[in-house]
């Protein structure tokens, strides 16, 4: 069984085309893909200000992330991003788990401006551990391996997967020395 363990659907394609959840479970058909676990998509490109602050304020396009799965929940595991600062994500989190929706939860500490190990994540977390669903981290600036596994550190019955296994160069070792340390520490490589 093969598994795409990071696709994505919303905005375009390379080829112009518009990248539904038809069009993923073509590509999934035609690459031999049996499932997938899919995130919900950003507005991009981050770097400009204006594309940044609308992600802070609107954030991620988990509505096609629900769609997608109640489509094909035999091919596609969802993962709810959940911005901590927001009361309407956080007090929809057991009823995505519920419904099928979500089988993940994910942060991303450096689009919503928080480290990992604050308080912040500690509502997230906690979701975690009431729903036993582990806890996806984007990695990269502001959310470093070493932060990650601290966190990891004070909860060790929630599974925390690293993503991007650092972002960069420079943290994959740290990704790989977290994981290697703690039980509860796992990371993906896209």
Same mark, same amino acid.
């Given at each position: 069984?093969? %598994?795409?363990?990071?696709?994505?659907?919303?905005?375009?394609?390379?080829?112009?085309?518009?990248?539904?959840?038809?069009?993923?479970?073509?590509?999934?058909?035609?690459?031999?893909?049996?499932?997938? %676990?899919?995130?919900?998509?950003?507005? +991009?490109?981050?770097?400009r200000p204006d594309v940044l602050e609308l992600a802070r304020n609107k954030g991620f396009r988990n509505d096609l992330v629900f769609s997608a799965v109640k489509k094909f929940p035999?091919?596609?595991?969802?993962i709810y991003c959940v911005n901590p600062r927001n009361p309407g994500e956080v007090s929809s %989190?057991?009823?995505?788990?519920?419904?099928?929706?979500?089988?993940?939860?994910?942060?991303?500490?450096?689009?919503?401006?928080?480290?990992?190990?604050?308080?912040?994540?500690?509502?997230?977390?906690?979701?975690?551990?009431?729903?036993?669903?582990?806890?996806?981290?984007?990695?990269?600036?502001?959310?470093?391996?070493?932060?990650?596994?601290? +966190?990891?550190?004070?909860?060790?019955?929630?599974?925390? %997967?690293?993503?991007?296994?650092?972002?960069?160069?420079?943290?994959?070792?740290?990704?790989?020395?977290?994981?290697?340390?703690?039980?509860?520490?796992?990371?993906?490589?896209?």
């Amino acid at each position: 069984m093969i %598994i795409d363990a990071h696709a994505h659907i919303g905005g375009m394609l390379l080829n112009g085309k518009e990248n539904t959840v038809d069009a993923l479970i073509a590509h999934m058909d035609e690459y031999g893909v049996d499932k997938a %676990i899919l995130f919900p998509i950003l507005p +991009l490109p981050l770097a400009r200000p204006d594309v940044l602050e609308l992600a802070r304020n609107k954030g991620f396009r988990n509505d096609l992330v629900f769609s997608a799965v109640k489509k094909f929940p035999e091919r596609l595991f969802g993962i709810y991003c959940v911005n901590p600062r927001n009361p309407g994500e956080v007090s929809s %989190i057991d009823d995505r788990i519920r419904d099928g929706s979500v089988v993940a939860l994910k942060i991303h500490p450096f689009l919503h401006g928080f480290k990992p190990q604050s308080s912040v994540s500690e509502v997230i977390v906690e979701k975690c551990i009431e729903n036993k669903v582990p806890l996806y981290i984007h990695s990269g600036p502001g959310a470093s391996p070493l932060e990650i596994g601290q +966190l990891a550190d004070r909860y060790p019955g929630v599974n925390f %997967i690293i993503g991007h296994m650092g972002e960069c160069v420079e943290h994959v070792f740290e990704c790989v020395m977290v994981a290697s340390q703690s039980k509860n520490v796992f990371f993906e490589t896209s």
